[in-house]
């Protein structure tokens, strides 16, 4: 570093992904000793779904099992390096130390999806990557209105989560779920459209990023950018959907950095205390925009945070996309029988910056290695074809030459559609009168019927 004085910092010395940590304390004890078998979400619960307590050497002390389906806890650490210019001017970097070599791990074989299932979620996941790399190159061409963010390395759990849902069942993406978009139904197009912000765009051009949604047909709500807040919107959709008589799965998404937010708790903690059909996919992609999460939080597992809902939660590896399903599978049918929330913490890597304009500098490259060998798609492709061999070297060919033809032809939609005109801007601002009905979609809510009405000093109506 020449005339560089470095000081380590006391942060982010603890590993994010492995065994490399300190002592746990004693009421993580048995949670935190080595990686608990795989099994049923449930297999960790007591009454009602919550997570088992169980004694801790006949103390009283409560300790909780939380299942993590993973085959591999990589065993590395950040941590923050301060040097000093000659002229005193601080700089931060990172550094990345551990078993950065280790082999990658096979995929987990599926509890639950057959040949047909697994090959359709591999085809999603590369309709998802190809249609970011159009958007990037759009982008440099000039025909992106604003930036583009990328769910590079994440496919598994955006592909996999989303197709685990029923039909009737409801989720809202964030910025990075575009493979759920693809998987509930909208092509490549629209959000090729949308980022272009043009006139056939599901916004009608009146947004240049990811904020619409479809309340209609495919039960998508828009996502919003305050991260964290469409957790108590999505608990609010559960809700709703009980009081017509539905039990309800609805899925959304957080990242290690939202997971911190105080929306993010009341949203969580609602959704326990009414038990409504919440699935939480907890994105810990180890980056807050520039963020460690060594530097974020302290506790190993963000899935641990679940322990103070009482409800169960559970640790996937985000590459791996049939631990993705399982676990996304085995919460959708807990909130399908009623059982409540699940929280699913899907550990991997965001392979690219924020957004396109951040190019990621802060990362150490030897992290960068070590997540591009374990590519999801990557990954799932050596699973179909030589472990499994549900593929044949010729029919994966096929069906990536197709994909890039869909692919080419959804841009071409995207590129042909007109800019939107200029007085078009005056309508769809407000909701107007007759714009739309809002009536229940599935039936009348249930109430009881009274004689009196209700006073205005009379406590709130529980929901339960």
């Not at 040097?83 to 082999?103: I, M, N």
Request: hydrophobic share 35%.
């Amino acid at each position: 570093m020449g005339n560089k004085k470095i000081k380590h910092t006391s942060n982010g010395n603890r590993s994010r992904n492995g065994n490399s940590r300190p002592k746990a304390p004693i009421l993580a004890k048995a949670a935190r000793n080595g990686a608990p078998k795989a099994g049923a979400i449930g297999s960790a619960q007591g009454k009602n779904g919550a997570p088992k307590a169980e004694s801790a050497n006949g103390s009283g002390l409560r300790t909780y099992s939380i299942p993590d389906y993973r085959l591999e806890h990589p065993d590395y650490s950040v941590r923050q390096l301060v040097e000093k210019d000659k002229d005193g001017t601080q700089h931060v970097r990172y550094e990345v130390s551990g078993d950065l070599d280790a082999p990658v791990p096979p995929i987990r074989e599926s509890k639950y999806l057959d040949k047909r299932q697994a090959i359709e979620i591999y085809r999603y996941m590369l309709l998802n990557r190809k249609m970011e790399i159009a958007l990037e190159n759009l982008y440099k061409q000039g025909k992106v209105v604003g930036g583009v963010y990328f769910g590079l390395g994440q496919e598994a759990c955006s592909c996999a989560s989303a197709y685990a849902l029923d039909k009737d069942d409801w989720f809202a993406p964030m910025i990075r779920n575009q493979g759920s978009l693809l998987v509930r139904g909208f092509g490549a197009s629209d959000t090729m459209m949308q980022y272009m912000a043009k006139a056939d765009s599901p916004t009608k051009g009146r947004d240049g990023t990811s904020h619409f949604g479809d309340i209609e047909k495919r039960n998508m709500v828009s996502p919003i950018s305050m991260l964290g807040d469409l957790i108590p919107v999505m608990a609010g959709v559960a809700l709703g959907a009980r009081l017509q008589g539905r039990n309800l799965a609805v899925m959304t998404y957080i990242g290690d950095g939202g997971q911190s937010t105080g929306v993010t708790y009341e949203g969580i903690n609602f959704a326990a205390v009414q038990n409504l059909g919440l699935v939480l996919v907890v994105e810990s992609n180890l980056w807050a925009y520039s963020t460690p999460s060594e530097m974020q939080y302290r506790c190993k597992d963000l899935a641990e945070r679940a322990i103070g809902y009482g409800i169960p939660s559970v640790i996937v590896d985000g590459t791996d996309a049939c631990q993705v399903y399982d676990a996304s599978h085995e919460a959708v049918e807990r909130a399908h029988r009623g059982e409540g929330p699940t929280m699913i913490e899907a550990k991997m890597m965001r392979m690219k910056g924020h957004a396109i304009h951040d190019a990621a500098a802060y990362v150490p490259k030897p992290m960068f290695e070590f997540w591009k060998r374990r590519d999801p798609i990557a990954r799932l492709e050596n699973y179909l074809v030589r472990d499994k061999k549900w593929l044949s070297a010729k029919e994966n060919e096929k069906l990536i030459a197709e994909v890039d033809r869909i692919i080419e032809q959804e841009r071409e939609i995207a590129v042909n559609s007109p800019m939107p005109t200029p007085e078009s801007a005056e309508g769809g601002v407000f909701c107007e009168d007759g714009c739309h009905e809002i009536k229940p979609k599935y039936a009348m809510p249930k109430v009881k019927k009274g004689s009196a009405a209700y006073k205005e000093t009379e406590a709130a109506a529980h929901f339960k």
